[in-house]
């Protein structure tokens, strides 16, 4: 039976360590997101057709609330755990008794707050600016709730994994950053090249974003539940192989 007084106890406190710094977690993430959309909006949106009836600021919107998502959903969990272990505090959350899948829970959908508060940021501003509606907003819901939760466990996986920051950082450059910014976010992968749309297939980013921007226009470059399905099966398997560590105590109880 799962301990829900003491995963409710870490999840606050893991939400009070992000809300503390809400300049730095919550509002920075929104600004430089909208700078995106302020410039490649602006520039290209009377120059590239993408759906029918969409304008390219509008289509350019979800892609940019996803990313949000997911890089945010990453970063907290990630951050989290390196400085507890850097700092040696983790020490005080192993001794308590909460059980690895308590512990994944609690940093998990603290990762989905985070990520969905910037998210919701970025959308309120491009929902009022450019007249943007949603046609089929559960799927919307759906995938912004289970891409945050998928990277906050790929974050959390970064964090146990990364002996220090250097690490970390070494693995959001050269990994989250990669996938997030050619996962269809700026484009559809319609404009690419043949070779280039089968390597996109290949992305499990790309299937969150086209997904969720599917529950704003109806409209995607796969089937929405080829989407759902793919962002599932990478959710089960990051959390299969976290609560897998957690339970060994890899790098963790060392």
Do not use: C
Request: hydrophobic share 55%.
């Amino acid at each position: 039976m799962l301990n829900w007084a003491g995963t409710w106890a870490l999840f606050l406190k893991e939400v009070r360590r992000f809300n503390s710094v809400a300049v730095q977690t919550i509002f920075a993430p929104v600004v430089a997101t909208l700078l995106y959309l302020l410039v490649f909006g602006q520039v290209i949106d009377t120059q590239t057709d993408v759906f029918s009836g969409v304008s390219y600021s509008q289509f350019l919107i979800p892609g940019l609330v996803m990313m949000a998502i997911l890089q945010n959903a990453f970063s907290n969990s990630s951050s989290s755990l390196i400085q507890s272990k850097m700092h040696g505090n983790l020490t005080f959350v192993l001794l308590s008794p909460i059980s690895p899948l308590e512990f994944y829970i609690a940093f998990t959908a603290a990762s989905i707050v985070r990520g969905l508060a910037v998210g919701l940021g970025i959308l309120l501003v491009g929902a009022i600016a450019f007249d943007l509606t949603w046609q089929a907003p559960h799927w919307i819901v759906i995938f912004a709730i289970l891409s945050a939760a998928m990277m906050g466990g790929l974050g959390m996986l970064a964090g146990i994994v990364s002996d220090k920051y250097d690490h970390l950082a070494a693995f959001q450059n050269f990994i989250i950053m990669p996938l997030t910014f050619l996962s269809g976010v700026f484009y559809s992968i319609h404009a690419l090249p043949e070779i280039w749309q089968q390597i996109s297939h290949f992305n499990p980013f790309f299937y969150m974003v086209d997904g969720f921007r599917y529950g704003f226009f109806e409209k995607a470059d796969v089937s929405i539940y080829l989407s759902l399905a793919v962002t599932l099966l990478f959710l089960v398997v990051v959390s299969a192989i976290n609560l897998i560590l957690l339970n060994k105590g890899v790098k963790i109880r060392e």
